[in-house]
RNA sequence: GCGAGAGUAGCUCAGUGGUAGAGCUCCACGUUGCCAACGUGGUUGUCGAGGGUUCGAAUCCCUUCUCUCGCUCCA
């Protein structure tokens, strides 16, 4: 694959996502609802399938350090909903909401607090909304919380926010899990779950929605050391996407400029991905912030809570520094959806060799017929193995077929087709990525061997039903 | 929130004031001994929603919702 070849459309994707079952705008029979979206049979297989490898690549078999030994990481699933107070100490209250003033005339948009230092965009000599023709709106709250209120009665003590990351759980329960699991520094606590952010402009599919999914490691250690793990997780996240199957050249580090740092964070490196509506350039997948002592300190006053660390050895007192792989588990469904979808085409009946990917914008050549596969790494796919009978018409062939599928799906999430000739059977199956199809036949009957046709490469071959659970087991797992 | 474009079947789209359409998909039956085969039949739509003009609106007007792109924003 190279990195130049033509990036598929995102509208091709949608409509794939819809018309298969991975992704469906929210509340879509009544207009849907902008900046929302519904993860369909496929698609939620497909979002658990990432988590699921995220949080055994994270907690249940966490990374090496140098020695060879594995990291320490524990596991929390906090609340969406906390105290108000979180959200004033972690910065969010005040400074996730900023003032604006549109200028109606000129179109231009200014931060309320900066009037003044913004020039008129028709008249650079004037300021903005000095010039006579100008014509400003009031001030608009952009606040990117949602808020809520808890309990029966609306008032401003009810006030509550939905989170707008995972992150603050982990620091609300950092003292509970020092003083409850018996953890040492430095170790990680992570977290998956959905946060809430009020965007501006929700865009590009689920890219950027109001409602997504994070999956946020936060990793306390010794001031001294942070920079060092911060070159690890740095390391040890980009592994990991590629783990996933993702192209080498589709995945770029980032460091972010002094002057787009957040708030809380010494310093940031994003893993982008070429997406097809940022190509050439790459868009955020994923953030690895050094966020110092930033948080614990802050919650430490604002809490009047000492959350600062004795190591057990030394004796020293600090406040530990984190270091933060955030992710974006629905980025990442996003990202594996643009990855697998290919355009192939596949030799007719006649012609030798095997599927090539399409060439974009040129017609399929003479011999060719196309087919569209996704090529998800097989054990993210959403459906694992399909199972045939070879025609619907002949009892004994069905009857084994429900057999063996019903065998093969207590150890993997199995589909069960007998519609339709056995080609097209393959094709749909192509279409959502399953990486193996088994079809029953006569000679099953005779001699107890199957077929076991390959996505990719579209090869079948024989193999003997006892050693099917086998093959497809040492198969599954990459 | 501003500007521009768009919204018709599951998907892609045609239809400019006079009976709601095509291709693909999907379903059933037949056929079919391994790659979107074939035959026959069939399902699917408040033409995004609401209001207006008209004898009559998918079509013209207004409002609204949603999508796309560009601003703005993006912790």
Partial sequence: ??????????????SLCKRRGFIYQSSEIYGGINGFWDYGPLGVQLKNNIRDDWWRSMVECAPLDENGEPVHIVGLDSSIIQNPRAWVASGHVGGFSDPMIDCRACKARFRADHLEEYDCPRKPSKKAGAHESCDLTEPREFNLMFETFVGAVKSDESRAYLRPETAQGIFLNYKNVLDTTRVKLPFGIAQIGKAFRNEVTPRNFVFRS??????????????????????????????????????????????????ELAHYSKACVDVEYLYPFTAPKYGELEGIAHRGCFDLTQHGTHAEMKLDYTDPVTNERFVPNVIEPASGLTRG??????????????????????????????????????????????????????????????????????????????????????TGAIGRRYRRQDEIG??????????????????????????????????LSGHLAGRLAS
């Fill in 333 to 418: 469904v996003l990202v594996l959806l643009c990855e697998a979808y290919t355009e192939e085409w596949v030799p007719k009946e006649g012609v030798e060799g095997g599927p090539r990917e399409a060439v974009s914008g040129e017609s399929t050549p003479e011999g060719y017929e196309s087919r569209v596969v996704m090529k998800f790494a097989p054990r993210l796919a959403p459906v694992k193995v399909a199972v045939f009978p070879l025609l619907k018409n002949k009892p004994e062939l069905v009857a084994k077929a429900r057999e063996v599928f019903k065998e093969l799906r207590q150890h993997w999430h199995c589909f069960y087709d007998q």
């Fill in 434 to 467: 399953t990486p193996y199809g088994v079809t029953i036949d006569f000679d099953t009957l005779a001699d107890n061997t199957v077929t076991l046709r390959d996505r990719d490469t579209m090869k079948q071959e024989r193999i003997s039903l006892d050693e």
């Fill in 210 to 259: 109001r409602e997504f999914e994070q999956m946020e490691m936060e990793w306390f250690c010794h001031p001294d050391e942070s920079e060092k793990w911060m070159d690890f997780w740095k390391r040890e996240r980009m592994r990991w996407w590629r783990s996933l199957g993702i192209r080498e050249e589709h995945l770029i580090f980032r460091d972010h400029e002094a002057d």
């Fill in 1 to 14: 694959m190279s990195n130049d070849r033509q990036l598929t459309p995102l509208d091709t994707i949608v």
